[in-house]
C-alpha cells in the first residue's frame, strides 16, 4: 500500500521566479522501496466499504459497539428522540432560561408569522398555526439546543410565487390553501427521506456563492412586493420579477395613500433602528426582537382610535379563534394541479432544509456541539408532514429566530416549546386584538427581516477571493430579479453542478523542481528556490483520472512535454529523457483514464521518453495491477517517491556505458 508522499505545503510563498540548474543534484545513496498492493478483498467487502463511506461518513452506530440489548434500545430511543438525551439532566435553571428566551422569541415568532403567511398569499391566521405544532414536533425530534423554528421569508416567497403563477389566490382561495398543505406535505416527504436514506449530500449541491446571490435577490424582491403594503396599493400585479413590480408601483401611483405611506415608513424607520442597534451591540438583542411586537401594538392602537379618519389603511381584519384545524382532508393527491404541489414541495422543501441545517450548525459551532444533519432532515421532515395534517405550511429553523434564542440564553429545545406555549395562549385567547392590525405594519416586518439576507460582504469576499464563485453568485443574483425566484433557483442549482463538472474535467496540473537540501518536490511557480532536475520533467495531477478528464489530461500532459522540449532547446541544457507523473493527489482512477496512460507511455515511447509513475495511492496501485498495465511500466516504471524515483533513474544512467 502506499504511503503519504513527501510534498508537503510550507505556508510562506516566496514568488513565481524558477532558477534552473544545469549540473546533476548530488543524491545520497538511497534505498528504493517497492510499491505495495493493498491487502486483497473480495467485491463485497470493497463495496460495503464504498456504501459506508457514502452514506455512513459519521459511523452513526458506533455507540452502540459492545453495549447489552437494554443499552441498545435507550441509545436508539436517544437518537431518535435527542429530548430522552438531555431530558434526565433537565432543572429548574436551565427551565428559567428557557422560559426567558422563549417568551422573547414568541413576541418575534408572532408577528413574524402573520407577516411571512401574507408574503406565501396565505391567511394570515395559518402563519400563527405554523408556529404552534412545528415547533412542538422539533423540539422532540431535533439535536439543536438553539434552533427557532417556524415560517421563514424566502421559503414563503417561494411558494407564494409559485403556487400564484398557476393558481390565483384571490379567486380560488381554497384551492389554493390545498395547495399550499400538500406543497409543505411532500416538501416534509422529501425532507425527511434525505435523513433516513441519508442522502443528505444533495443538498450541498448550493454553493454558499450561489446562495449568497440567491437571498440577496429574493430579499430585494422580497422587499419591492412590500409596496404594495406600503404605499396602500390596491391593485398590484402577481408577476415577482422587478421590472413588472416597479411598472406597477408607478402605474398604480393614483392608489398611493399617504396616510399609509407615513404611518409604514415611520414604523420601518424604527424597527431599522432598533435592528441597527441590536448589530451595533449584541447585548441588546431584545431591542430588535421586541420591535415587531411592539410595531404590532402600537400602530394596532393608533388605527383603532383613528379608525374613522383612516379608511384608508387597509387592516387584518377578523381572525378566527382556537387551535389549528385539522387539514388532512385538503391534501391534495388527485387532480391537475398534483405536479405543481409535488415541485413546490421540493423547491421549498430544498430551500428551508438548506437554511434550517446552516442556522443550526452556526449555532451549534458557538456552543462546541455537534448537529446531526441527517436527524436534522428527519426532524423537520416529519414536523412538516405533521404541520400540512394541522393547517401549517413550510416551515424550518429561522436565523433570526435562532439569532434571539441564543443572545437570550436558550439551553434545550424547551425554548421552543415555551414560544410555542405563547402562541397557543395568542390562538386561544388574543386573536381578536388584531382585528385593527394594519396592514402596512407586516410588510415593514418583512423588509426589516429580509434585508440581513442581502450579505454584500460576503459577496466582495467572493470577488476578492474567487472571481468564478463571484461570477456564480451574480449569475444567481440576476436570475432571481429579472427571469424567476424558481428560475433563479435552478440557475443557482445548475452553477454548482457546471463548477463541480469544471473542476473535475478540467483538473490542475504543474511542473514540480526539488527545494535543495530537502528530498521535497513542488510547485515550481509556487516556490522561487525550487530547482529543476537535467534530463527530467516531473508533473502532478491533482484529481481524479476519470472519463471526464482523461482525454484533457493526456493532451495536457503532452503539451507540457512539448513546452518542456522547447525550452530545453532554447536554453541548451540536458535532452529530455523521462517524465515522472506524481500521482498523490491521483485518489482514483477508472479504465478511461488506464487507457489514458497506456497511450500516454506508448506515444512517450515513441519519441524516446520514459514515462515512470510516483506513489499511485492502494485504490489506484490495485486498479493499475489488476489491468495489467504495470507489466508494461516494467522495474523502473512505479516508485514510491519522487525522490527515489530521480535518484534511482540518474544511478542507471551513469551505469551505462
Known amino acids: 500500500m502506499g504511503v503519504n508522499s513527501n510534498r508537503v505545503d510550507p505556508f510562506v510563498c516566496h514568488g513565481n521566479t524558477t532558477i534552473t540548474i544545469q549540473a546533476e543534484i548530488p543524491m545520497p545513496p538511497m534505498e528504493i522501496h517497492k510499491v505495495r498492493l493493498p491487502p486483497e478483498r473480495t467485491t463485497l467487502q470493497k463495496l460495503r466499504h464504498r456504501l459506508s463511506e457514502i452514506f455512513f461518513p459519521d459511523d452513526p452506530l458506533h455507540r452502540f459497539k459492545n453495549q447489552t440489548w437494554f443499552m441498545k434500545f435507550l441509545l436508539g430511543l436517544q437518537y431518535l428522540f435527542p429530548i430522552f438525551q438531555w431530558g434526565p439532566e433537565y432543572n429548574l435553571a436551565l427551565l428559567r432560561c428557557d422560559i426567558i428566551s422563549g417568551l422573547t422569541i414568541a413576541s418575534l415568532a408572532i408577528p413574524q408569522g402573520i407577516s411571512y403567511a401574507k408574503l406565501a398569499n396565505l391567511p394570515p ?35 407564494g410565487s409559485m403556487l400564484s403563477e398557476t393558481v390565483s389566490y384571490t379567486q380560488d382561495p381554497i384551492l389554493y390553501l390545498k395547495l399550499a398543505f400538500t406543497a409543505t406535505f411532500f416538501a416534509g416527504v422529501f425532507q425527511s427521506s434525505l435523513g433516513i436514506l441519508r442522502l443528505g449530500f444533495v443538498i450541498d ?71 441597527h442597534i441590536s448589530l451595533r451591540k449584541p447585548k441588546l438583542f431584545w431591542v430588535s426582537a421586541a420591535a415587531p411586537l411592539t410595531s404590532v401594538i402600537l400602530s394596532t392602537i393608533l388605527v383603532y382610535f383613528l379608525r374613522k379618519k383612516t379608511h384608508s389603511i387597509a387592516i387584518i381584519g377578523e381572525l378566527p379563534k382556537g387551535l389549528n384545524p385539522p387539514s388532512s382532508n385538503m391534501l391534495y ?109 407586516l410588510a415593514a416586518i418583512i423588509i426589516t427581516a429580509v434585508i440581513g439576507l442581502i ?30 425566484v424558481p428560475l433563479g433557483l435552478g440557475i443557482a442549482v445548475a452553477i454548482s453542478v457546471f463548477k463541480i463538472l469544471l473542476h473535475v474535467s478540467r483538473p490542475n496540473t504543474m511542473v514540480l523542481g526539488n527545494i535543495p537540501g ?117 522495474l523502473k516504471g512505479v516508485y514510491l517517491t519522487v525522490v527515489e524515483a530521480v535518484a534511482d533513474i540518474q544511478s542507471s544512467w551513469k551505469a551505462q556505458p
Open 333 to 441: 393527491f388527485n387532480g391537475p394541479f398534483l405536479a405543481l404541489a409535488i415541485k413546490t414541495g421540493l423547491v421549498t422543501g430544498i430551500l428551508s432544509l438548506t437554511e434550517g441545517i446552516a442556522v443550526g450548525r452556526t449555532f451549534a459551532a458557538l456552543k462546541n456541539y455537534q448537529v446531526d444533519g441527517n436527524k436534522e432532515m428527519m426532524a423537520i421532515g416529519l414536523m412538516n408532514i405533521a404541520g400540512s395534517c394541522s393547517s401549517c405550511y413550510v416551515t424550518t429553523g429561522s436565523f433570526s429566530r435562532s439569532a434571539v434564542n441564543y443572545n437570550a440564553g436558550a439551553q434545550t429545545a424547551v425554548s421552543n416549546i415555551i414560544m410555542a406555549s405563547a402562541v397557543l395562549v395568542t390562538l386561544l385567547f388574543l386573536m381578536p386584538l388584531f382585528y385593527y392590525t394594519p396592514n402596512v405594519i
Open 205 to 275: 449541491f448550493l454553493s454558499k456563492a450561489t446562495l449568497v446571490g440567491f437571498m440577496a435577490g429574493a430579499a430585494i424582491i422580497v422587499s419591492l412586493q412590500q409596496l404594495k403594503g406600503l404605499l396602500g396599493i390596491v391593485h398590484f400585479t402577481s408577476k415577482m420579477q422587478i421590472i413588472p413590480v416597479m411598472i406597477s408601483v408607478f402605474k398604480e401611483r393614483d392608489e398611493w395613500s399617504w396616510q399609509t405611506v407615513l404611518l409604514g415608513f415611520s414604523f420601518l424607520a424604527f424597527l431599522l433602528t432598533t435592528r
Open 518 to 634: 530537502t528530498p521535497i518536490y513542488h510547485n515550481l511557480n509556487q516556490y522561487r528556490e525550487a530547482l529543476r532536475i537535467p534530463s527530467f520533467l516531473i508533473l502532478a495531477v491533482e484529481s481524479p483520472i476519470y472519463f471526464a478528464n482523461s482525454t484533457y489530461l493526456q493532451e495536457r500532459i503532452l503539451r507540457w512535454v512539448r513546452e518542456e522540449e522547447e525550452r530545453v532547446k532554447a536554453n541548451k541544457e540536458s535532452t529530455l529523457k523521462c517524465i515522472i507523473l506524481d500521482m498523490t493527489a491521483v485518489t482514483a482512477i477508472d479504465t478511461s483514464g488506464i487507457d489514458t496512460l497506456c497511450e500516454l507511455r506508448r506515444m512517450l515511447d515513441k519519441r524516446s521518453l520514459q514515462l515512470v509513475l510516483a506513489n499511485p495511492v492502494a485504490n489506484v496501485m490495485e486498479k493499475l495491477h489488476l489491468s495489467n498495465i504495470l507489466d508494461s511500466f516494467g
Open 125 to 159: 391566521i395559518i402563519g400563527l398555526y405554523s408556529s404552534f405544532v412545528p415547533p412542538l414536533i422539533y423540539s422532540l425530534l431535533g439535536s439543536s439546543k438553539h434552533l427557532g423554528v417556524g415560517p421563514v421569508s424566502i421559503a414563503s416567497l417561494v411558494m
Open 455 to 484: 450579505d454584500y460582504q460576503a459577496a466582495y469576499k467572493l470577488w476578492k477571493v474567487d472571481k468564478l464563485d463571484f461570477l456564480a453568485c451574480l449569475c444567481s443574483f440576476f436570475g432571481v430579479l429579472f427571469i424567476s
